[in-house]
């Protein structure tokens, strides 16, 4: 650090028209220090201080003088790092606001005390004179203001995207610049400033806009460098007048590249990134907005078919309720046969076997009408059941035996599960009725229904295995999609399978899947033993 601070404020003040420690020429060192310390944080003071004193030696100023300024620029480094800190500014620069904000503490903060404490010492050591105080106190504000503002922010950026440079269309860029600046100051003779910033400020302007802000801060500085050696060999437009007047145009065409071109480009490419962020914003909302109304489609879809689960139970119930007079008129007159038969000693094992048969019959039809009344009001509580017993229950619900149906049953009839006892039936009856209906369109022979109830830690799993040749493949994707069925007689709505999925996930928490396995398809329910429900 000390040797930059060194080198570049010999180069700044050889191009000075007078060869001394205030110039009002683009102070570099300044830039460089500014930079270091925003980077590498404030342990950076000792090579500023070093670089400082050596650089005021080197101009002839006496030893005590030196090491004042040496502290005044030391210390300004540190206000530096304290300030941008404390207002949160982003030393990447990735907004309008850090860059104004770099700005506003140069040029209003930094520079003021630096040029203010400088200065003074200078008088204090009788190196300026009481009628040189105000120009002195101007020309090292000034100078050193523009030397931050044009270096400062170029290396920040550097620093910030040394991963991520073009190298190639950088240096092609760099040197269309160098030979623009070149032709523009040191050979064709153009004596108008207006015209100059016409060529070079909209050029400037695009670079910012289209390549970033890194690559327009570099062009400024290669525009800075060239305009200021042109204005040191007395030539170009900047040496057609008095010396002072030279410099103070010099310095108000850099000063204007760097606010204009900087600030439009900042505040570009902060507007170009709200944009995108705006429309990533949108694209996850549309997203999100699709994927609630999708949820919200499933859960009316759920609420209505449930509704019409409870309509057909009280449907049912009353069903029931009208059937169950007659049922019982049935059995008591069974009853009274059976007391006439054995007080008429009458032995015909035929009759008694058929009003037997009689009864079982009228219990089964009590019983399947109370069972389907119970199963279409959907549970509104999870509650623990026997899944083996549901299975069967379910078996004799669809009458397996009359469908001419083989089932094996197999599992531990203890296991229990905490969930909705009913959905649960409905899942299992869907998929069994499915498998049945599979069997009367591919004709199979011998068909068997492979049911296998089993548990680990944590869940409890139910596999229905059919022996039906399986699912397509172009279907077995698509089997829970709505009004999709493999059914080709038509009679299906294609809902069953997508209502059974959607009770297992949706409502209880767990999984529904089905594979082709042992030429048919297995149908797998797996539920959480303990459930998931608040």
């Keep these: 650090m000390a040797l930059v601070y060194y080198f570049a404020g010999i180069l700044s003040l050889s ?34 201080f070093i670089g400082q004193f050596l650089l005021a030696l080197n101009q002839d100023i006496s030893l005590l003088p030196s090491l004042g300024i040496a502290m005044v620029n030391t210390l300004e480094a540190l206000l530096a790092w304290k300030i941008f800190r404390y207002f949160g500014f982003n030393k990447d620069l990735k907004s309008a606001k850090d860059l104004f904000g770099l700005f506003f503490m140069i040029a ?7 040029a203010f404490f400088g200065t003074l010492i200078l008088y204090s050591a009788s190196i300026v004179d009481s009628h040189e105080y105000l120009n002195t106190l101007f020309s090292w504000w000034f100078g050193n203001t523009l030397g931050q503002m044009l270096w400062t922010p170029m290396l920040l950026l550097l620093y910030a995207n040394r991963r991520n440079l073009h190298i190639f269309e950088f240096l092609l860029t760099g040197f269309f610049f160098i030979l623009l600046a070149y032709l523009i100051f040191m050979v064709l003779p153009v004596s108008n400033l207006s015209i100059i910033i016409l060529i070079t400020l909209p050029l400037s302007i695009y670079i910012a806009i289209k390549k970033g802000l890194l690559c327009a801060s570099v062009m400024i500085g290669i525009l800075s460098l060239v305009s200021i050696y042109a204005t040191y060999r007395n030539v170009g437009i900047f040496s057609s007048m008095s010396m002072m007047d030279n410099i103070i145009n010099l310095n108000f065409y850099i000063l204007s590249h760097i606010l204009i071109v900087l600030g439009v480009g900042a505040l570009y490419t902060e507007a170009k990134e709200a944009k995108e ?39 049912l119930g009353m069903i029931a309720h009208q059937w169950r007079q007659p049922l019982n008129r049935i059995n008591s ?32 039809m009590s019983d399947t009408i109370e069972d389907f009344s119970s199963f279409f009001h959907p549970d509104k509580k999870a509650k623990y059941f026997q899944p083996y017993i549901l299975v069967q229950k379910a078996l004799t619900l669809i009458d397996i035996k009359n469908q001419q149906v083989s089932a094996r049953l197999q599992g531990d009839t203890d296991i229990k599960v905490l969930s909705y006892k009913n959905e649960y039936l409905q899942v299992i009856l869907s998929i069994l009725h499915n498998a049945i209906e599979n069997f009367a369109v591919t004709h199979t022979t011998d068909p068997l229904l492979d049911i296998v109830l089993k548990e680990d830690d944590t869940h409890t799993i139910l596999s229905i295995q059919d022996n039906g040749g399986g699912i397509r493949h172009e279907k077995i994707e698509t089997i829970f999609d709505p009004f999709v069925t493999t059914n080709q007689s038509g009679k299906n709505s294609g809902l069953g399978l997508y209502m059974a999925k959607l009770l297992i996930e949706e409502s209880m928490h767990g999984t529904l899947d089905v594979s082709n396995r042992n030429g048919g398809a297995c149908f797998t329910i797996t539920l959480p033993k303990g459930g998931s429900y608040a």
Excluded at 108 to 114: A, M, N, V, Y
Excluded at 291 to 296: A, D, I, K, P
Excluded at 306 to 313: E, R
Excluded at 340 to 352: S, W
């Design 108 to 114: 209003f903060f930094l520079q003021p005390f630096s």
């Design 277 to 315: 962020a705006l429309k990533k914003l949108n694209l996850s909302l549309e997203s999100e907005i699709k994927t609630q109304v999708e949820t919200l489609n499933r859960q009316n879809i759920l609420m209505i078919q449930q509704a019409k689960l409870a309509s057909m139970g009280e449907m």
């Design 15 to 48: 191009v000075s028209n007078e060869n001394n420690i205030v110039t009002i020429v683009i102070f570099a060192a300044e830039g460089f220090a500014l930079a270091a310390v925003l980077l590498f944080g404030r342990s950076i003071w000792p090579g500023i």
């Design 333 to 364: 007159n069974i009853a009274v046969l059976n007391s006439v038969i054995e007080e008429k000693d009458f032995d015909n094992p035929m009759l008694k076997k058929k009003l037997e048969n009689i009864k079982t019959q009228t219990r089964f």
